[in-house]
């Protein structure tokens, strides 16, 4: 846990350099950030949670420390260089080489039982990837959350969010860090299950609990231009 940030800057610097589509942002994910995403899941026992697009571990950290021990932290990152990466930066946690698009297949090589699984946290940046690779991951996540657990997932579209990428989920809480560069939101999914009607993607605008800045009725909204 004690790798020097320049070198996880470094890495990450590299890495947006080579392949930048995957990446999504100009900068790591700031300490404000992680602690929202960790807030989002809450302390978890007996069961794991699951980080997808670790990167450098700027999550990942905030999760060992606030959530779950190393033990019950499985996390799942594309870059080879990032992967070992976090393997020295956290050395107890699970750390797969893998592929979102192909997540359960993954999981499942590694004998890892997606009923345990009571939160997915992902940093992929969804609405710059191609649309027929979000359509695999949503499907991917949509397996997992099919037994129950919950998915945290931030965007850097702060006005609609993620959710008209996540059509088959429901929204059940959402904010914003603006401490962070760019901005983001992050958001709170589960599947919507049998019965149930999705929920308007605009849950952030009728929830006051969900929303400390909910506007006031008859408030004018003014111009913004959303962010990817």
Known sequence: MGLPWLKALTVFGQELVSNPRPIGAACPSSPGLARRVARMVGHTRGNYILEIGAGTGA??????????????LIAVERSSSMVNLLRQRFEKVRIIEGDACDLVDTL?????DL?????VVSSLPLRSLPADQVAKI???FLKILSHGSHLVQYTYNLRHG???VFGQFRRR??????LNLPPARVELFSAVGAGQSL???DTFDRLPSENPFRMAPGTKR???SPRS
């Open 59 to 72: 999550i990942t950290a905030a999760l060992l420390r606030d959530c779950v021990p190393a033990d019950r």
């Open 108 to 112: 499942h090589r590694q004998d890892i």
């Open 115 to 119: 009923r345990s699984i009571t939160h």
């Open 138 to 140: 949503t499907s991917q």
């Open 162 to 164: 993620s959710g008209n």
């Open 173 to 178: 809480s959402s904010s914003v860090v603006w």
């Open 199 to 201: 929920e308007s993607q």
């Open 222 to 224: 003014a111009n913004a």
